[in-house]
Nanobody, 121 residues
Framework: QVQLVESGGGLVQPGGSLRLSCAAS????????MGWYRQAPGKQRELVAA???????DYADSVKGRFTISRENAKNTVYLQMNSLKPEDTAVYYC???????????????WGQGTQVTVSS
């Protein structure tokens, strides 16, 4: 089965930076959109950023100008560079990828395990 493995989360002070990575592996035929979502305690999961296969990007208003999403298609990997972090960025961040399976032909969203990002002084 397809798996998405995230890394790069941690504790950082306000104004600091973190870079998240998410690598997809397994029976992958193709990958379309990739993105990052986050969920803070007591809040709904929200889209942070997304990038298409061709490199088109979309960002939540709250992170525009501070976060940058990118991908390396040859490595099936998506990144989220987070700068000027604020306490309100604290959340569990989940990688998401729209993937077509080699073996069953299904085209669906897959999710990473989540990585904690905590912004606190």
């Amino acid at each position: 089965q397809v798996q998405l493995v995230e890394s790069g989360g941690g504790l950082v002070q306000p104004g600091g930076s973190l870079r998240l990575s998410c690598a997809a592996s397994g029976s992958i035929f193709s990958i379309n959109d990739m993105g990052w979502y986050r969920q803070a305690p007591g809040k709904q999961r929200e889209l942070v950023a997304a990038v298409s296969r061709g490199g088109r990007t979309d960002y939540a208003d709250s992170v525009k100008g501070r976060f940058t999403i990118s991908r390396e298609n040859a490595k099936n990997t998506v990144y989220l560079q987070m700068n000027s972090l604020k306490p309100e960025d604290t959340a569990v961040y989940y990688c998401n990828a729209e993937i077509r399976s080699r073996w069953n032909g299904a085209n669906r969203d897959y999710w990473g395990q989540g990585t904690q990002v905590t912004v606190s002084s």
